[in-house]
């Protein structure tokens, strides 16, 4: 079965600093990866999605991120973060296969708090 | 385009009661899903419609809960005799078909059972 990490549970920054926020998939298939953003008390909004192609994708509000195949990672980075920025992160992958190819299997989340 | 659509936003309910949470999706999606969100935690996935046919129910989804999408458009939730550990919030999302087309979440129902 395939799982998330999402390597911090926390990420506080000072605003107009860089962030990196860490996710690494396990599956023995392949895989399409995805960002999703939490703001307090809302659902949830994509931010980015890798399906195939340029390794480097990059989303709304700045954002993006870096498939690495061999590392099995998908991390998002932004390189000057706003206080607006200040959310939930989800990382997430669905399985490039027949059978499930609809289902997100999300990881715990990365809480990030921008400081000023 | 509206966006995923979800009633009540909040729900608070005793132990031992039922509860129905509805979910409107965006209107041209033939897919629609819903997860439960716990504090702390990522979204977990309940179960899967295309259109009006239930496909896939996560092991998650007790005999005490019930999803139905009866004419492929709208969806409810049911959860009966409600149980603290019930209390989450409830995400419902939907896509059109094919691989790689964005999935879209509504806000969410918040459970609180007391």
């Known amino acids: 079965a395939q799982s998330v990490t999402q390597l911090d549970s926390q990420v506080p920054v000072f605003e107009e600093a860089p962030v990196e926020l860490r996710c690494n998939y396990s599956?023995?298939?392949?895989?399409?990866l995805f960002w999703y953003v939490q703001y307090p008390n809302q659902g949830l909004q994509l931010l980015l999605k890798?399906?195939?192609?340029?390794?480097l994708v990059k989303g709304i509000n700045g954002f993006e991120a870096e498939f690495n195949k061999s590392q099995t990672s998908f991390h998002l980075r932004k390189p000057s973060v706003h206080i607006s920025d200040t959310a939930e992160y989800f990382c997430a992958v669905i399985l490039d296969s027949g059978g499930s190819n609809y289902k997100l299997t999300f990881g715990k989340g990365t809480l990030l708090t921008v400081n000023p | 385009d509206t966006g995923v659509s979800q009633d009540p936003r909040h729900k608070i309910t005793k132990r031992g009661q039922n509860v129905t949470f509805r979910c409107d999706p965006i209107?041209?999606?033939?897919?629609l899903y819903w997860y439960r969100q716990t504090l702390g935690q990522g979204p977990e996935f309940l179960t899967y419609f295309q259109n009006e046919a239930q496909l896939e129910k996560s092991r998650l989804l007790s005999d005490r809960f019930s999803a139905e999408r009866p004419k492929g458009s709208f969806s409810t939730l049911e959860i009966q005799r409600t149980e603290q550990g019930d209390s989450a919030m409830y995400l419902c999302a939907s896509s059109s078909q094919g691989m790689g087309n964005t999935i879209y979440f509504g806000e969410g129902s918040w459970l609180t059972v007391v």
């Open positions: 890798y399906l195939s192609g340029s390794t």
């Open positions: 599956s023995s298939v392949s895989v399409y």
């Open positions: 209107s041209e999606h033939n897919r």
